[in-house]
């Protein structure tokens, strides 16, 4: 089973540049999550609202259009799907819980998978209490889910990362939301609790990989960037994960897709 994450920085946009359709025919992934879609569903042509053979779902910004947003498309159907139950954070169109029973063609296991858009903390000290606030939230969400039972798989843009191996320019950007310490920490939080950040498991002292460059300074030319898109996965499902790929040459975005493969 293969499924990919991507921050598309406008969906609409990446349909129209044409970066949609070879993510699918080149990866022929079983699940697609997307995030910072900024549009509603409405808005997009049928061919990519209902596309063939795969079920999607959509979450937007209720307050804000153009803002934010997540999507899912996925070959197998879930048996349920939610938000964080949160007003605040779901009005903002942040967050897909997709929930599925175990099946001979899907899951091995019941599990929750969880596609978000974190809050980047940018704007001033109210937005960084909210991302600070929708992360507990969100940790909250999957424990409370893991104990019910499910495996766990979350994927998204975090914005944050969680190293100093994890950006181009640590140092520079220490004071700077995204490399704040309390950020951080909170990503040591969710390790602590026994979700595994898949790519790191795998490549643990692996440098100048990222899922983000700033365009307004062409940073993806100089390779300066930031690792803030993850896969998290609980620990039982890390046995089922087969490999790992940043997709780094795939482009129509500020961020590359990423790609966890499971057997």
Same mark, same amino acid.
């Given at each position: 089973?293969?499924?990919?994450?991507? %921050?598309t920085?406008g969906?609409?946009a990446t349909v129209?540049?044409?970066f949609?359709n070879?993510l699918?025919?080149?990866?022929?992934p079983?699940?697609?999550c997307l995030?910072?879609?900024?549009c509603e569903?409405e808005?997009l042509?049928?061919e990519?609202?209902?596309?063939k %053979?795969?079920?999607? #779902?959509? !979450?937007?910004?209720?307050?804000?259009k153009?803002?934010?947003?997540?999507?899912? #498309?996925?070959?197998?159907e879930?048996?349920?799907?939610?938000?964080?139950?949160i007003?605040?954070?779901?009005?903002?169109g942040? *967050?897909l819980?997709?929930l599925?029973?175990?099946?001979k063609n899907?899951?091995t296991k019941? *599990?929750?998978l969880? %596609?978000? #858009?974190?809050?980047?903390?940018g704007?001033?000290p109210?937005?960084?209490?909210y991302k600070?606030?929708?992360y507990?939230?969100f940790l909250n969400?999957i424990?409370?889910?893991?104990? !019910?039972g499910?495996?766990?798989?979350?994927c998204?843009?975090?914005? *944050?990362a969680?190293?100093?191996?994890?950006?181009?320019?640590?140092?520079?950007?220490?004071?700077?939301?995204?490399?704040?310490?309390?950020?951080r920490a909170?990503?040591d939080e969710?390790?602590?609790?026994?979700?595994?950040?898949?790519?790191?498991n795998? %490549?643990p002292?692996?440098?100048?990989i990222?899922? #983000?460059?700033?365009?307004k300074?062409?940073?993806?030319?100089?390779n300066?960037?930031?690792?803030?898109?993850?896969f998290?996965v !609980?620990?039982d499902?890390?046995q089922?994960?087969?490999s790992?790929?940043t997709?780094?040459?795939y482009?129509?975005?500020d961020?590359c897709?990423i790609?966890?493969f499971?057997?």
């Amino acid at each position: 089973m293969k499924i990919i994450s991507w %921050n598309t920085n406008g969906l609409r946009a990446t349909v129209k540049q044409g970066f949609w359709n070879p993510l699918f025919d080149t990866y022929k992934p079983e699940i697609v999550c997307l995030q910072e879609t900024k549009c509603e569903a409405e808005q997009l042509p049928d061919e990519v609202r209902n596309m063939k %053979n795969y079920f999607s #779902y959509f !979450s937007h910004s209720l307050g804000r259009k153009g803002y934010s947003g997540v999507a899912v #498309y996925t070959k197998i159907e879930p048996e349920k799907v939610e938000g964080l139950g949160i007003k605040e954070f779901d009005d903002e169109g942040r *967050t897909l819980v997709l929930l599925f029973k175990k099946s001979k063609n899907g899951f091995t296991k019941d *599990t929750a998978l969880i %596609n978000c #858009y974190f809050p980047n903390g940018g704007g001033g000290p109210i937005r960084l209490d909210y991302k600070f606030r929708f992360y507990d939230a969100f940790l909250n969400k999957i424990e409370k889910l893991k104990k !019910s039972g499910y495996a766990i798989i979350f994927c998204g843009d975090v914005n *944050t990362a969680h190293t100093e191996i994890d950006l181009a320019r640590p140092k520079e950007n220490e004071e700077n939301t995204g490399f704040l310490p309390e950020e951080r920490a909170w990503i040591d939080e969710v390790v602590a609790h026994g979700y595994v950040d898949v790519f790191r498991n795998l %490549n643990p002292r692996k440098i100048n990989i990222y899922t #983000y460059w700033d365009m307004k300074t062409r940073a993806r030319e100089r390779n300066v960037g930031w690792r803030i898109d993850y896969f998290f996965v !609980s620990s039982d499902v890390m046995q089922q994960v087969k490999s790992f790929e940043t997709l780094s040459d795939y482009y129509g975005s500020d961020h590359c897709p990423i790609l966890l493969f499971l057997g």
